[in-house]
């Protein structure tokens, strides 16, 4: 465990991660009930990190009735407006940790220092300052109605918007902190409770997050922390028959398995799923700046976005300056360990993503396709790949139609706009797409076309915790962020009184 005599990191990280990672059950940190433990690695040297406690059935089980417990105590009874306020102690709290959440995310997921510090953690707080304020404004309406059946009669009709009750939420590896705020942060903020299970790859953000829910001092059993795998604690999670509702953000495979998992009881579900973004680059573009974004769109947390412009379209007149641009920012990106200051890119999330990662790339070159910078991983130590941009593929190609996420793209010539709409449509996620033109009527007009949950124009990968996001088609059901999210954390309550 080489981190751990690091001379140059936090005290607290090396203390943290030098302690097995613990389950938090209604205030109290425990080992599992199995005694079982996992490790997670630093994708950076392929060594042990930290070990952690693998929560199974028994620690699930324990964590929804702590969760029931506190919904329907404390909880429950807390105005509004001091749930609103633990909410905010939370996002100042991890605010004074920032650093050591940037280290932390950056040991255990591998991605840069500076984007951690930069990305993942500030938008993990703004995204709780916001969800703060929201507290306080969850409305519902009043109603005129009519009531044909009985005439000269008076109604007063109200909705009210409550909390679903006790929220199961799954989390992946590639924002490890910022997707547990993304979901935590609407769950509490409408009174839900939860039980979160982080990812395997990348437990330790979510763990220590919990020590800082205990601090802000959120009654016990707001939210439990039940480290562990996903065919084990996540799979009892989703088929948790006391559990009111499921949130999911991962794979569209597994995606299918929280639904079945979910039929027992009829949960609510919401998912976000896979993407294979559509980038479209027209002549008409700033072509320096859809450049830089169309290298950034896909190299970005080395492609391990879900929303990551993956599918690269550029007008044929231009397409050759396109592909030599991208292709040598690509080559000049970093790639290193995400601890050096002036890495760019960091290694792949596990040997896993690397070998399919890997094997993708294997796959478009046997079909044909040429890469013009990269193409392969890199040394023997660690999970690093080379930002590679493929050119020669035809639509049916696996690398053109399923998701790598890794930091590969697929550089595809088009027409105009027409023929360019039905191939950036043709595929079957639908989670962002992004255009590149400075003809206004013209980016809106094809915005319009584009079967995409986020579109973005003349830019790309622009988050902001007041801005839905979520996908069209396979890439799942519902809007996390923005107000839209509080929809899937509440429901809808008709009163409706006889005067
Ligand atoms: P995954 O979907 O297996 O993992 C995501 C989360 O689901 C983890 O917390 C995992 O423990 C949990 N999980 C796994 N199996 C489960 C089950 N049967 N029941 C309940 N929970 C379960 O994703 P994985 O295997 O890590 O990555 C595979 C691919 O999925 C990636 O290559 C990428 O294409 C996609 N992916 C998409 C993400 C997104 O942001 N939409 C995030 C991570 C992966
Ligand atoms: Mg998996």
Redesign the pocket.
Known sequence: MGIATSPTLDARVINFIGRTGKILIDGKWSEAASGKTFDTYNPATGEILARVAAGDRIDIDRAVKAARKAFEGPWGRMTSSDRGKLIWKLADLLEQHLEEFATLETLDNGKPLTISRVADVPLAVDLFRYMAGWATKIEGTTIPISVPYAPGAKFLAYTKREPVGVVGQ?????FPLLMAAWKLGPALATGNTVVL?????TPLSAIRLGELITEAGFPEGVVNIVPG???TA??AL?AHPDVDKIAF???TE?GR??LQAAAGNLKKVSL???GKSPNIVFADSDMKAAIGGAASAIFFNHGQC?CAGSRLYIEQSIFDQVVEGVSNQAKKIKVGPGLEPDTQMGPLVSKE?LD?VCGYLESGFSEGAKATAGGKKIGNQGYFVEPTVLVNTDHKMKVVQE?I?GPVVTAIPFKDADSVLPIANDNIYGLAAGIWTKDISKAHRVAEKLRAGTVWINCYNIFDAALPFGGYKQSGWGREMGKDSLELYTEVKAVCTML
């Open positions: 799954i989390i992946p590896w590639n299970k982080p990812a395997e790859q795998l996903g065919e996540g799979a989703s953000t991962g794979s597994v398995l929280i976000e799923l896979g879900c993503q399919r998701e996420f």
